[in-house]
């Protein structure tokens, strides 16, 4: 597990933070020690998991769009963080139908632009150690084959979202050949790193046009949840997983330098990889609620049909594991959504599930 001795006091700046995920890093980090500024936009919806738990409170927080330059070097040169955790990002494909122009601003100027940022504030005396790019599982060229993506497979991506974030991979991998080599790493210092992670799940998700969030959104208020690709496979995992991935990979970086520097998959085990259609029935199995969707009748944009990840690499060199399995995932977002619908202490009970989480992955010793 992520290190509470490394994370204290460290200096850590999130793009994105306003986010799913980005809420969620807030608050493991904020929890281990670290000083954590965040860059991003407004909350996208109402309620969000930033507001539920009042991280406006506990937090710096900037407000400014990823393409503004600007503004993030000047909050990088600000805050002088150690460590980036780059998840600012237009994140869902059926948008980036509607919308590429804007989903490839986003997503690959924004990359630019930070790295671009860093680059300049390293020049200027900031010691940036470690730089990590969220990207997604979706980044592949797709081959619809039943095993599971490496880090070394070609990248793609079929719609303007999954080939955006192919482009910010090749970006990063630019900006680390040119401008933070590893045999100039006495210079400049800095490690960089991708990270491509499967479909995450959990409490406080209240993004538009995702599965889950749609799912919790119908039993809330008592509406058909209409379901699109049903047969359709997935990474499922629960958004910690992906973020011990994440927090285990930084200390990597910061602790040996540019051998880390490279892209990483965190995916779970392929058991967990389960259908549209599974998925919603053993939702409403968890909340008693068995016929709520119902199976789409119109025509819908191309997603791929089969998706998994094989995370061996960080298994192996960062000791890094799936806790929960699919079905406790599920578990913990439906008693999170549950707990909202009675007005409970939203903060709190993510701090629970972090703590259980962090206890379930400690393996006993012999």
Not at 54 to 61: A, F, I, V
Not at 99 to 112: K, S
Not at 130 to 136: Q, S
Request: glycine letters at 6%; charged letters at 25%; one cysteine or more.
């Amino acid at each position: 597990m992520p290190s509470n001795d490394f994370w204290s006091r460290k200096k850590v700046l999130i793009t994105g933070h306003t986010g799913f995920k980005g809420s969620w890093l807030s608050l493991w980090l904020q929890s281990l020690g670290a000083e954590v500024t965040g860059y991003a936009l407004e909350p996208m919806t109402s309620p969000n998991l930033h507001s539920l738990c009042k991280l406006e409170q506990t937090m710096r927080s900037v407000t400014a769009d990823i393409r503004n330059r600007t503004a993030l070097l000047d909050t990088i040169q600000d805050t002088q963080p150690e460590v980036i955790f780059h998840m600012a990002a237009q994140p869902f494909v059926r948008y980036s139908y509607q919308y590429p122009v804007e989903t490839f601003e986003v997503n690959v100027l924004g990359a630019v632009n930070l790295l671009d940022a860093a680059r300049t504030s390293i020049r200027d005396g900031v010691g940036i150690k470690a730089i990590i790019n969220v990207t997604t599982d979706k980044c592949y060229e797709n081959k619809e084959w039943t095993w599971g993506y490496r880090e070394i497979d070609r990248l793609g991506g079929f719609d303007p979202y999954s080939n955006s974030k192919a482009c910010s991979e090749l970006v990063t991998a630019s900006f680390r050949n040119s401008f933070f080599h590893h045999k100039d790493y006495a210079n400049h210092g800095l490690s960089v790193a991708t990270a491509r992670a499967g479909n995450v799940i959990g409490g406080g998700d209240w993004s538009e046009d995702r599965l889950v969030p749609n799912s919790m959104r119908a039993l809330l208020s008592g509406s058909k949840l209409e379901v699109r690709h049903p047969q359709a496979t997935r990474p499922w995992q629960h958004v910690l997983e992906p973020l011990q991935g994440y927090l285990l990979l930084a200390q990597k970086m910061v602790e040996r330098g540019t051998e880390f520097g490279d892209a990483w998959n965190f995916g779970p085990m392929d058991a967990n990889s389960k259908s549209v259609e599974w998925l919603v029935q053993t939702i409403g199995t968890l909340w008693g609620e068995y016929d709520f969707y119902e199976l789409s009748q119109g025509s819908n944009p191309h997603e791929a049909d089969n998706l998994s990840l094989d995370s061996s690499k960080a298994r192996r060199a960062l000791g890094w594991e799936p806790v929960w399995d699919v079905k406790t995932a599920l578990e913990k977002t439906v008693d999170w959504f549950q707990a909202y619908r009675k007005q409970a202490d939203m903060k709190a009970l993510c701090l629970e599930q972090l703590d259980a989480y962090s206890r379930e992955s400690v393996k006993p010793t012999d």
